[in-house]
């Protein structure tokens, strides 16, 4: 499998350790033709504003919605899952609006800026290694979306069909059963197409 990590911004070279440790083929993705024959992408942390506006002027908007359409995954952590929310609390603009769940920004306080835990998430064995760092939380999600995992009660992993969002980094540790996890994802999307 092939997958690429939008490039425009943040941490991109950890994902792509991660999912070559996990078995797959990662690639840094920087301009809208690379899209093309990826069979899933992933939209790292950073500063979704930044990613955001950068994705508008090269064009990544478009082309990562019909990327989508096409029922090919894409999984977004911290930056990434705001950037993949219908809503953000508190702006009037949000970005690509493929996931139907509402976002808060920086949603842990000052205190809480940045801590590692392990986090318990369906479908995964035993707990994940995340960390978290000026993350966001989902407060709100649709009935189409699946709560993979919360902490302190509020969900900070979830699924909508073939697209996956963390509030963490799990490109940050060697834990790499969340790109495994994503990797089976693009597995079954792309034999679903055969
Ligand atoms: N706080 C950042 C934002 O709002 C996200 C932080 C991260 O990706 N680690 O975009």
Redesign the pocket.
């Known amino acids: 499998m092939k997958i690429g990590v939008l490039a425009l911004q ?1 941490a991109v070279a950890e994902h792509i350790r991660s999912i070559e440790a996990a078995g797959g083929e990662g690639v840094a993705v920087k301009r809208t033709e690379e899209l093309q024959d990826l069979d899933g992408l992933i939209i ?6 930044t ?1 955001g506006k950068l994705m508008r002027k090269y064009g990544f908007i478009e082309a990562i919605r019909a990327f989508s359409e096409q029922g090919k995954p894409i999984f977004g ?4 899952l ?1 950037v993949l929310a219908e809503r953000i609390e508190g702006q009037e603009e949000a970005h690509l609006r493929l996931m139907d769940m509402t976002v808060a ?2 949603a842990f306080g000052r205190q809480r800026e940045s801590f590692e835990t392990d986090l318990p998430v369906k479908g995964i064995d035993e707990p994940v290694r995340a960390v978290f ?4 939380l989902i407060t709100e999600v649709s009935p189409s979306i699946d709560v993979l995992s919360t902490y302190n009660g509020e969900i900070v992993t979830a699924r909508q069909g073939h697209l996956l969002a963390s509030s963490y ?1 799990p490109e940050l540790t060697d834990d790499y059963r969340l790109h495994a996890y994503f990797l089976d994802m693009a597995k079954e999307a792309a034999a679903a197409k055969e």
Not at 44 to 49: D, I, W, Y
């Open positions: 943040g790292p942390g950073g500063e979704s504003t990613i952590t911290c930056a990434g705001i920004r920086n760092i000026r993350a966001p980094h």
